[in-house]
């Protein structure tokens, strides 16, 4: 028996069978294809811009804008390793690393969307939609309580970025200690890139060139983790799901581990947290169980912007990579910070099964949180901001 996937390759589902090889080389040319487009990014910023990159993000001018936008391109795209591995292109092309640290925050926030939307297939059944209700936006208020504690944290103080380019210095590699010479991945990467280029400027002008590639980059960006999402979820959702169900409830570290392994393997948060919002509904695991995992899914998801980083070479390879770092540090200090403390740890707990209670007396509370969380609230912060000129 084999999976119809259409243009994908076809992948037996036998329990006895094996993944071919030929799926796994098309895994490794769509990472490969990934890191060139990143790179297609940062240098289609720097060949339209030159040094004057940062005008070209005056839209985000200051960190609540930067919020709202990885907010909402996030809940439109869904995915969250999209938008962070844009990110991490538009930060090699000269975006101020103040500004992007917002946008992944807001990333984390938006690709919670799909937990709540997979959460309403329970809604004509009470108690196991409240449960599953509960069990998706969890997820949601855990993302909204680490962007009002550590947003204004990092404002006042900058850990996040300090650390992160710390930590990105030490893979860039400086006089005292370099480790340029382990970079594999600029040699591989640069001969796609400098063809796309040179083909693009053989009959364009330069900056619109560069657009073109900017363009190309995020289009096939969003192809590339759509595919590799979809492709590693028929290779691996079988162990996926055999995992899921010795871990989850063993413990919350089990949980937060197994969470962080799962996103690993199939390369979507989203995929990962919607796996237990079923499983939540129908009983099998308590709202409890479910919390570790879903921080996991947060840590795991930072892999595909790391990844993505290491394919920026030139003098902002440190703010790419330090970008990246930023968002595991994040996540990391999410879950050390809020799940640590238990004054905290309750706050999501308590505000998932409140929302989730009065959502089931009422189906529209369910439309109005999604419209309001991820696009009517985003839209007020801009309005505020403009106004205000914050």
């Avoid at 200690?177 to 040179?198: C, D, L, Q, R, T």
Wanted: aromatic share 8%; charged share 10%.
């Amino acid at each position: 028996m084999s999976v119809n996937t259409g243009a994908l390759p076809q992948i037996k589902s036998s329990p006895e069978s094996k993944p071919m090889m030929k799926e796994w080389l098309f895994v490794i040319g769509l990472v490969y294809l990934l890191l060139v487009c990143v790179a297609l990014i940062g240098s289609g910023f720097k060949e339209a811009a030159g040094e004057n990159a940062k005008g070209l993000f005056a839209f985000a001018s200051n960190p609540l804008s930067g919020l709202v936008i990885g907010t909402v391109a996030t809940a439109l795209i869904q995915s969250s390793s999209t938008v962070t591995s844009i990110i991490v292109g538009l930060v090699a092309g000269g975006l101020p690393v103040s500004i992007a640290i917002p946008m992944v925050m807001g990333a984390n926030i938006g690709t919670t969307i799909t937990n709540t939307i997979v959460s309403l297939g329970h809604v004509r059944e009470g108690e196991e939609f409240k449960r599953a209700y509960a069990a998706a936006t969890i997820h949601d208020f855990f993302n909204l309580l680490c962007v009002a504690i550590f947003l204004p944290l990092e404002m006042l103080t900058g850990y996040l970025s300090k650390a992160g380019f710390f930590l990105g210095g030490l893979f860039v590699g400086k006089e005292s200690m370099s480790i340029k010479g382990f970079n594999f991945i600029k040699p591989i990467v640069k001969p796609a890139v400098s063809m796309v280029e040179g083909s693009l400027q053989a009959f364009l002008p330069q900056i619109t060139a560069g657009f073109i590639m900017i363009i190309i980059g995020i289009v096939l960006i969003v192809a590339v983790i759509t595919v590799l999402s979809r492709l590693l979820k028929m290779l691996m959702v079988g162990k996926a799901k055999d995992i899921l169900r010795k871990s989850v409830g063993r413990g919350p570290v089990s949980g937060l581990f197994s969470g962080a392994l799962l996103t690993v393997l199939v390369q979507s948060s989203s995929t990962t947290t919607s796996l237990v919002v079923p499983l939540a509904g129908n009983g099998v695991f308590s709202l409890r169980q479910i919390y570790p995992f879903t921080l996991g899914a947060n840590i795991g998801t930072c892999i595909t912007a790391l990844l993505a980083a290491t394919a920026i070479t030139g003098a902002n390879a440190v703010f790419a990579l330090q970008i990246a770092f930023v968002h595991l540090l994040y996540n990391f200090s999410g879950v050390l910070v809020i799940y640590g403390l238990p004054f905290l740890r309750s706050l999501p707990v308590r505000a998932a099964e409140m929302l989730a209670t009065a959502t089931v007396r009422n189906k529209l509370y369910a439309l109005a949180y999604i419209i309001g969380v991820f696009f009517l609230i985003p839209g007020v912060l801009i309005a505020i901001s403009a106004r205000f000129g914050w």
